[in-house]
């Protein structure tokens, strides 16, 4: 059973930096296509960005403009979200997911077929 603990969240300024990292254990996270989502308070959960076993990329740009960045490293059996120049609200709790198939798909913001979820981290960006 593949499971996929979340890190790296925080309380940041507005303007700042930070890197989540998704670590698996019980498998290999370079078989799955891997996600990032997140769930603000009062909202829905909306996918950041998705890699592909063979690192293409895709972001959900309306949510992220530019500014988030997903890579993973196979070595270490992890996967990273770099977000630059956090904004009040991107304040969620973000969470990882490994799903099924090597690719992230059409419907990935919509988390389809992403199974294997972790309890997330919380990121605040304060103003």
């Known amino acids: 059973q593949l499971d996929v603990v979340e890190s790296g969240g925080g309380l940041v300024q507005s303007g700042r930096s930070l890197t989540l990292s998704c670590s698996a254990s019980?498998?290999?996270?370079?078989?799955?296509?891997v996600g990032w989502f997140r769930r603000a308070p009062g909202k829905e959960r909306e996918g950041v960005a998705c890699i592909s076993t063979s690192d293409d990329t895709l972001y959900n740009e309306e949510a992220v403009k530019g500014r988030f960045t997903i890579s993973r490293d196979n070595a270490r059996n992890t996967v990273y979200l770099r977000m630059n120049d956090l904004k009040p609200e991107d304040t969620a709790v973000y969470s990882c997911?490994?799903?099924?198939?090597?690719?992230?798909?059409?419907?990935?913001?919509?988390?389809?077929?992403?199974?294997?979820w972790g309890l997330g981290t919380q990121v605040t960006v304060s103003s």
């Open positions: 019980g498998g290999t996270l370079e078989y799955f296509a």
């Open positions: 997911s490994a799903r099924s198939l090597p690719v992230c798909g059409i419907y990935w913001t919509a988390a389809n077929q992403f199974i294997h």
